[in-house]
């Protein structure tokens, strides 16, 4: 039986829900930044305080009922016949939601990382000097988010098929020939080789826990930056901001959801598991409005503590996308022999990619 210690969701939820919560803590104590807002402040009358308290409710709802919706289509969607992941309509839609999250990384979350790790706020608030100032450190640290990730990837895999062909072979090795092991290993490894390749939805162990260790990271990557564009919507403090934001939102979670929903039914966790990570990405973004809401009378976007949390935490995050999409979702789809025999499907499947890369692309003009 495989060990799935570390297949659970649980050990990833406590990581993300610490990551959250460092915006909130640094920028709460950074609150006193001479550096001015974009948006130029204002004494709001109680008529514009329920106006931006409503719109911020209806961000809430909205933002929650999409990504119920998307991770649902691809999670429920398997117990229809023709949308199992089996099936070739499953590669169009995991086709347009790497498009998505290919765009998200690149599109919305590392431009805002360069943003903020380029303000001049934090020239301003002495930082010429310091590594921000001095060095590229968004596209360094994208660089090594990517990297850490790849080798969570292949530590875990090699870990777990080392494990799954030690328990294939005899627990005695003097009972057969030097020779004779060697054989058994070569021929193990040789079919599940040709098992792997045969098919991108296999559901031997190794695969299994190769999709639950992508849906894991990927959801890590997803809640990191959700949790900071909550937490920027709840504190705005402008109508006109705040109405394409709730629009765009809204599709960007439905898009996400809709990515990270496929993966989910690929890797077969338990009902529990499913509900854990289920619950986790639906209510990050809402929860970081929440919280956005509580400390909008004394968050500002543009202190340095601000900007230089936000700029990393997204660059690390779109690191982290960027690779899953690139090597975990679209290498292992579109260079399965399934797809690569099918020239109709290969060529609905990049449609579709395009698809998802220019409707979150189009999203980036308002969000």
């Not at 911020?56 to 649902?72: D, E, N, Q, R, T």
């Not at 990517?146 to 030690?166: G, Q």
């Not at 690929?266 to 499913?274: I, L, M």
């Not at 340095?304 to 949390?309: N, S």
């Amino acid at each position: 039986m495989m060990n799935n210690k570390l297949t659970k969701p649980y050990s990833w939820l406590v990581i993300s829900l610490v990551l959250c919560m460092i915006p909130l803590l640094l920028v709460s104590a950074d609150q006193h930044c001479t550096c001015d807002s974009t948006e130029k402040p204002k004494n709001y009358n109680n008529g514009e305080t329920k106006a931006l308290t409503k719109y911020k409710l209806v961000a809430i709802s909205s933002i929650l009922a999409a990504c119920v919706v998307g991770l649902s289509i691809p999670i429920f969607g398997k117990r229809i016949p023709f949308l199992r992941p089996e099936n070739n309509i499953f590669f169009l839609i995991k086709g347009f939601a790497a498009g998505v999250i290919l765009a998200s990384g690149f599109v919305h979350i590392l431009p805002n990382a360069f943003d903020n790790l380029t303000s001049p706020c934090l020239e301003l608030g002495g930082g010429r000097g310091r590594p921000w100032g001095k060095f590229p450190l968004t596209g360094f640290v994208a660089m090594l988010s990517a990297i850490i990730t790849m080798m969570i990837d292949a530590f875990a895999n090699s870990y777990y098929k080392r494990l799954h062909l030690n328990k294939a072979l005899p627990l005695n090795e003097e009972d057969i020939g030097h020779e004779e092991l060697q054989g058994s290993v070569q021929q193990h490894q040789d079919l599940h080789a040709h098992h792997s390749h045969a098919s991108s939805f296999s559901d031997t162990p190794s695969d299994i826990l190769r999709h639950r260790i992508i849906s894991q990271v990927l959801e890590l990557g997803i809640v990191v930056h959700s949790v900071i564009i909550g937490i920027a919507l709840g504190a705005s403090k402008s109508t006109r901001t705040i109405k394409p934001l709730v629009a765009a939102l809204t599709f960007h979670q439905l898009f996400e959801g809709m990515g990270l929903g496929g993966c989910i039914a690929q890797a077969k966790f338990k009902s529990r598991a499913v509900a854990v990570m289920f619950l986790f990405f639906c209510l990050t973004t809402p929860i970081g409005i929440s919280i956005g809401i509580g400390i909008s009378k004394i968050y500002n976007e543009n202190s340095p503590t601000a900007l230089i949390v936000g700029g990393v935490l997204d660059s690390a995050s779109a690191g982290i996308l960027i690779y899953m999409a690139l090597v975990d979702i679209l290498a292992a789809d579109f260079m399965n022999p399934k797809m690569n025999g099918n020239l109709r499907l290969q060529l609905g499947a990049n449609l579709c990619l395009l698809m998802g890369t220019g409707c979150m692309s189009l999203l980036a003009k308002w969000a």
